[in-house]
């Protein structure tokens, strides 16, 4: 039987997507974040030396990596859908976003996350001054810059095609998914700011299969 070890309100959510667009059958065990840091428990570490989620085990087999998680899977269940022959036009393309998502998009979103706590953190008084300008200096000259140029790029992108990969959904939407609609969610992606990407996440989230997965998965409110 193949498990996802799944922690609340994390990226493992779009793994229980995929699998309910699979129609595989599979278990959920859940983990819980540590309500004083956020971070996972340490119950994880026992399946994956890293303690991270998504981890799916099938038999004595562990692999982590919501990219690795995805590109395997489609390739093993989805019958030549969810991951395009590799000599297909759309192969490319497919690769590309499955490793854009998480090695370009999300490293100036989880810097914008990190430098919004340090600006809310409890700090002595006369530290936050010289923490909270350091820290609207690095928003303001890269990270802000950054997610504005890569917002800019998907959402032309997405004005030319349906899905990341062509006419029809892979797992590469799979892997994108999550970094925009964690940016719908948090209000920096709009409707107005960004038609084609606002309309897409929407349209995603309205697939049978997303909300069966949210369903199982419980609490999401696309925080990590």
Do not use: C
């Not at 090695?103 to 006369?126: A, E, N, T, W």
């Amino acid at each position: 039987m193949l498990t996802v070890h799944h922690l609340n309100n994390s990226r493992s959510q779009r793994i229980l997507w995929l699998l309910e667009e699979l129609g595989v059958e599979y278990e959920i065990k859940f983990y819980t974040r540590n309500a004083e840091t956020q971070l996972a428990p340490d119950e994880l570490k026992a399946i994956h030396p890293l303690g991270k989620s998504p981890v799916v085990t099938e038999g004595d087999q562990v692999l982590a990596e919501s990219g690795a998680i995805i590109d395997f899977l489609g390739y093993k269940y989805g019958s030549g859908n969810w991951v395009p022959r590799r000599n297909s036009k759309k192969y490319p393309a497919y690769m590309y976003w499955l490793h854009y998502a998480e090695g370009s998009l999300m490293s100036p979103l989880l810097l914008k996350i990190v430098f919004d706590k340090v600006k809310s953190s409890q700090m002595p008084f006369f530290v936050k001054p010289i923490a909270n300008g350091i820290a609207n200096k690095v928003m303001s000259s890269f990270v802000t810059p950054n997610i504005k140029n890569h917002f800019q790029y998907v959402e032309a992108h997405l004005s030319a095609n349906d899905y990341f990969a062509g006419d029809t959904i892979t797992g590469a939407d799979i892997q994108m998914s999550f970094p925009l609609e964690a940016s719908v969610a948090k209000g920096a992606i709009t409707k107005d700011s960004h038609p084609n990407i606002f309309k897409y996440v929407r349209t995603f989230q309205e697939r049978p299969a997303y909300k069966k997965a949210l369903e199982k998965g419980g609490e999401y409110d696309y925080s990590e």
